[in-house]
T-cell receptor
Framework: DSGVTQTPKHLITATGQRVTLRCSPRSGDLSVYWYQQSLDQGLQFLIQYYNGEERAKGNILERFSAQQFPDLHSELNLSSLELGDSALYFC?????????????FGPGTRLTVT | AQTVTQSQPEMSVQEAETVTLSCTYDTSENNYYLFWYKQPPSRQMILVIRQEAYKQQNATENRFSVNFQKAAKSFSLKISDSQLGDTAMYFCAFTFSGNTPLVFGKGTRLSVIA
């Protein structure tokens, strides 16, 4: 168990809809990262938050947004969903001081858009 | 931009044998960190081993070891005494500093055969 939690585990929704994925980092971790893994592909970085502030952006679509709350949990919002958004979405966290380069991953949320 | 290349999409190995997975990367940075992650059928991302670029000694974690060749920008993973539970996708990943996103290779699917 990495200590990172993600909810829900599975999500099935229709095209055009909006969903919210939630992530709780390990206790004390200030950084939260979101990654997308499409079928049989590697992980693509979407966005990073550090202590409530956006830190880095990757290949994140304009239809996607995220935020990190004062208690450090993060939410990834996906809107106007398309079939191609079906993927496994991972959240990872790392600590600012103790091995900041090491990221621990949650179990992922599997999104299916029909 | 940093890139990570895994040239072996699939590999197989007999139980108890040794297998080596290849990874090359491209970066102009001098200080960076390299990782191997394992993704079993459960899809959980599990950190297997890490290597700091400033360390000349190759990292070892039980049956897992790396061959880090900084000049060649090569970072291979050796699994000794392969076990059925080693069957998984293996991803090589790179980051150039703490609290920055990981860049992943496309992965190598390893099958351990009884």
């Amino acid at each position: 168990d990495s200590g990172v939690t993600q909810t829900p585990k599975h999500l099935i929704t229709a095209t055009g809809q909006r969903v919210t994925l939630r992530c709780s980092p390990r206790s004390g971790d200030l950084s939260v990262y979101w990654y997308q893994q499409s079928l049989d592909q590697g992980l693509q970085f979407l966005i990073q938050y550090y202590n409530g502030e956006e830190r880095a952006k990757g290949n994140i679509l304009e239809r996607f947004s995220a935020q990190q709350f004062p208690d450090l949990h993060s939410e990834l919002n996906l809107s106007s969903l398309e079939l191609g958004d079906s993927a496994l979405y991972f959240c990872a966290s790392s600590h600012s001081r103790d091995q900041p380069y090491e990221q621990y991953f949650g179990p992922g949320t599997r999104l299916t858009v029909t | 931009a940093q890139t990570v290349t895994q040239s072996q999409p699939e590999m197989s190995v007999q139980e108890a044998e040794t297998v080596t997975l290849s990874c090359t990367y491209d970066t102009s940075e001098n200080n960076y960190y390299l990782f191997w992650y394992k993704q079993p059928p459960s899809r959980q991302m599990i950190l297997v081993i890490r290597q700091e670029a400033y360390k000349q000694q190759n990292a070892t974690e039980n049956r897992f070891s790396v061959n880090f060749q900084k000049a060649a920008k090569s970072f291979s993973l050796k699994i000794s005494d392969s076990q059925l539970g080693d069957t998984a996708m293996y991803f090589c990943a790179f980051t150039f500093s703490g609290n920055t996103p990981l860049v992943f290779g496309k992965g190598t699917r390893l099958s351990v055969i009884a």
